[in-house]
């Protein structure tokens, strides 16, 4: 065979050879994942508020998926009362050889301590026998930080120090779940937005520029916070890991959930959030007992709540994930707040 034929063979053998071997990485990937996925004596996460729209979502997606969830909120607010519907909703439409979603709430406010220390105890009293503490915290509470001073000083405490009392409150459950699981023990907070940019702060200026600098503020904050207790609790074996949304903004973020219906007009049948790859959004659609007014909790799309369970599995989780609202493209350029976790 002459040289031009000995070349075209060695090419195809590289792209075999090349096939070979990412088949054989993702089965690898694969196996690794079924092995970390969290024992059923491992699998408790607490969300620390259920008040705003993306707490609730991540909440009922995390219980459809099969995790035991704790749902922190205000006493007889409309987070804790959408959750147990969607709960009552969601074990009634459950086939009997499925497993119901598990998923209770507690009063819970980062930005009191008595509050926080009885959320510690009644999460350790929820726990089943055997298991000594959670496999995840996740800190959905806090405030966008806009609207002036006073709205600045209220997202500070609830975001920045509430972020260090979530850490000083429940690390000690999580250092418990750590001591059984070599994976379990990660701390979660949300990171920057896509309005806590540096780029986007110099296109404002007037009150504009001086609300959103508030809220970068405490954006920021909760970023520095975050760094500063990942070196801290490294020698606990926790893990802290922030969550970037750089498609949504601060107050995206913590909105309420959406009224979808007036009381008086009729809903149709509440949906609950879809797991399934072709679905683009993960709804979370419930009714209130005794009324006809439908809410939404939708804000991020399925595959941003899968990275989100990524996070939550991986055998080494990164110090920060991107929560998009749409993937990348091979010529995506990368966010401006993309900055080291």
């Excluded at 704790?70 to 969601?90: D, F, K, T, V, Y």
Aim: charge should be neutral; include cysteine; glycine fraction near 8%.
């Amino acid at each position: 065979m002459d040289t031009l034929t000995w070349l075209s063979l060695g090419l195809q053998l590289a792209a075999l050879c090349s096939i070979v071997g990412a088949l054989l990485l993702y089965l690898l990937r694969k196996v690794k994942v079924a092995e970390v996925l969290p024992v059923e004596s491992a699998k408790t996460v607490l969300v620390t508020s259920v008040d705003s729209a993306l707490g609730l979502q991540i909440a009922t997606y995390l219980s459809s998926r099969g995790w035991r969830v704790i749902a922190g909120c205000r006493p007889g607010g409309l987070g804790a009362r959408l959750a147990e519907s969607w709960l009552q909703n969601h074990v009634a439409s459950t086939p009997e050889n499925q497993p119901t979603p598990r998923l209770v709430t507690l009063e819970l406010d980062v930005a009191r301590e008595d509050l926080l220390e009885e959320a510690a105890r009644a999460t350790a009293q929820h726990l089943p026998a055997g298991e000594h503490g959670v496999w995840a915290v996740i800190n959905t509470a806090g405030s966008s930080g806009r609207g002036g001073a006073a709205c600045w000083e209220t997202a500070l405490r609830g975001n920045v120090l509430g972020a260090l009392r979530v850490a000083r409150t429940f690390a000690p459950l999580l250092a418990a779940a750590a001591s059984d699981h070599p994976y379990a023990g990660r701390l979660f907070y949300i990171g920057l937005t896509s309005d806590t940019a540096c780029e986007s702060l110099s296109r404002l200026d007037g009150e504009a520029g001086e609300s959103s600098a508030g809220a970068a503020a405490v954006r920021w904050g909760t970023w520095g916070a975050a760094r500063a207790l990942r070196a801290s609790l490294r020698a606990r074996r926790l893990h802290v890991v922030l969550l970037h949304t750089p498609d949504l903004s601060a107050a995206e973020l913590y909105s309420p959930p959406v009224q979808l219906a007036p009381p008086s007009q009729p809903v149709s049948r509440p949906e609950t959030p879809s797991s399934d790859v072709s679905s683009s959004t993960a709804t979370c659609a419930v009714t209130m007992p005794g009324e006809a007014a439908e809410y939404s909790a939708k804000v991020l799309p399925t595959s941003a709540l899968k990275v989100l369970e990524e996070a939550l599995t991986s055998p080494s989780p990164r110090d920060a994930y991107y929560l998009k609202m749409k993937q990348d493209s091979w010529f995506t350029r990368m966010p401006s707040l993309r900055v080291s976790p």
